[in-house]
């Protein structure tokens, strides 16, 4: 059976699944007038190339200014040329360029910048968003390059696409070899003989990882190497003999309770091991039915996200994702909650789930998520995710949140009339000097603010950086703002 835990530790569960650190941010972010007009999206070219050519005392022009999505052609050139190191970094790592515009980083006389390019961006604003890779030539001459952390870095990226992969397999360096096991599934049978048989023993450790489910003889070999042991018992195919003995050695179990050849028998001995991570193991296998799932004794961590080998598998596939998704271990149902793929059956069915990670996951992963799980997550998280969701999530409502919340007591609903788009001057106006810093800071970001509070908004510390990158403020007001950065004309 599930043991209950802490409910309190929910919302640090849900941090780490967002964030992968382990607390919001719950403190207001104040930055100057100057970073909200870099981001503003109505920021003129000439002055966005005037603030692009500022050296910020030899830090270069506002971050904001280069993460910008669609930047005009003069603004990439002047970007690509600036004399300042740090600009070109960080306009290489920014997730908001096309990548036929960082590839004209490839060839930049700085090994930081040619890294960079090759690594990608670390970080994207939408968490459903993925980055569209480099050519597989700009690739190909990045992997090329003199420099070895500008190769490293490549092969090291999250952003490279199968086809450039699977071009490596015959590359002169055994990294680059490495790198092709990433797209196993997709190779042909000759080309994974290759790697199996490879000269150089980390490939061929690698590749028999890959190839060691549906191969008894190259398990049999993993598991005498002690660097292959821990996911060869997890993952290959055993016979009977060693399974029975690395029960009996105690060594790796909880790996071994997972693994999907274990005969029925040993898999029932370990579903009552005294370690609750063996016990969990045990309970997440597939093949179980529901009532041998609960009579095993074992606790959820509310940290848990829910990473479950074989739904992360088939997390596209309806008959993987019903058995997940109407499976009582909340682990599986998290599982299945952050595939974007789930039918308007089973997306309702966890709609309906008391767990609130699931409708955590169902709120970053699925864009069809009801707008009343929304809500509920946006409330119960609060900070920088709530804001995110309610600003990028296709499904959040709109309609009717100024006159359900704009006297709410709690702030974190009154933040949300700002979105009515049936909100007029005098309400934002009016929110603009609310008690909480953040509803203030979502009015003074909005085009409906009066001309006149607007300006006094950019006098303010914390309301400075919103009202400067309020699309509503005249440009003039930008150059104003320049002007008294010290940003040269």
């Known amino acids: 059976m599930t043991r209950a835990v802490d409910a309190a530790q929910v919302r640090e569960a849900a ?14 972010f104040y ?11 109505a920021l003129p070219t000439p002055l966005l190339l005037r603030l692009i050519a500022f050296d910020g005392g030899g830090e270069g022009p506002p971050f904001q200014a280069l993460h910008r999505p669609g930047l005009p052609e003069p603004a990439v050139a002047a970007l690509l040329t600036h004399p300042i190191l740090y600009t070109r970094v960080t ?11 960082r590839a004209r980083l490839a060839d930049d006389p700085s090994p930081e910048v040619r890294a960079t390019v090759a690594e990608g961006p670390d970080r994207i604003h939408d968490q459903r968003a993925k980055v569209r890779p480099l050519s597989d030539a700009v690739c190909g001459r990045l992997l090329e390059d003199p420099e070895p952390s500008v190769r490293t870095a490549l092969l090291r990226s999250r952003h490279l696409a ?17 790198a092709a096991l990433r797209v196993w599934d997709e190779l042909t049978a000759d080309e994974r003989g290759t790697l199996l048989a490879d000269p150089d023993p980390e490939v061929r450790r690698s590749a028999a990882l890959c190839a060691c489910p549906r191969d008894a003889r190259l398990t049999a070999a993993l598991l005498r190497d002690p660097a292959a042991l821990p996911v060869a018992l997890r993952r290959g195919l055993l016979d009977r003999a ?17 693994n999907p050849s274990l005969p029925a028998d040993l898999v029932d001995r370990l ?5 609750d991570d063996v016990r969990i193991a045990v309970s997440l296998r597939p093949e179980l039915t529901e009532a041998r799932r609960a009579a095993i004794d074992f606790t959820v961590s509310p940290f848990d996200r829910g990473d479950v080998d074989w739904v992360t598998a088939g997390i596209a596939e309806q008959g993987v994702l019903h058995r997940a998704a109407t499976s009582a271990h909340p682990l599986l149902r998290r599982a299945a909650a952050r595939s974007p793929h789930l039918s308007p059956e089973l997306l309702r069915l966890l709609a309906e789930d008391t767990d609130a990670v699931v409708h955590t996951h169902l709120a970053i992963h699925h864009p069809d998520t009801p707008q009343e799980v929304l809500m509920s997550v946006y409330a119960r998280l609060g900070g920088t995710f709530s804001a995110w969701m309610a600003t990028g999530h296709p499904r959040f409502p709109r309609e009717g949140l100024a006159a359900r919340y704009a006297d709410h007591p709690n702030a974190i609903y009154r933040q949300l009339a700002v979105r009515d788009p049936a909100a007029g001057p005098d309400l934002i106006e009016r929110l603009s000097h609310d008690p909480d810093v953040r509803t203030r800071q979502a009015a003074a970001s909005d085009p409906r603010l009066p001309l006149p509070r607007l300006v006094e908004a950019l006098a303010l510390p914390e309301l400075a950086s919103s009202a400067g990158a309020n699309p509503a403020l005249p440009p003039g007001e930008m150059a104003g703002v320049m002007d008294e950065a010290g940003v040269p004309a």
């Open 162 to 178: 199968p086809s450039f992969l699977a071009s490596l397999v015959r590359h002169p360096d055994p990294a680059a070899r490495c």
């Open 91 to 101: 306009f290489a790592r920014s997730g908001q360029v096309e990548p036929e515009q």
């Open 15 to 28: 941090a780490r699944e967002v964030t992968g650190a382990g607390s919001w941010d719950m403190v207001a």
């Open 31 to 41: 930055s100057s007038a100057l970073d909200g007009v870099a981001a503003n999206p």
């Open 242 to 258: 060693d399974a029975e003995r690395f029960l009996a050695e105690g060594i790796h179990l909880a790996g071994l309770a997972g």
């Open 271 to 275: 579903a009552v091991d005294p370690d």
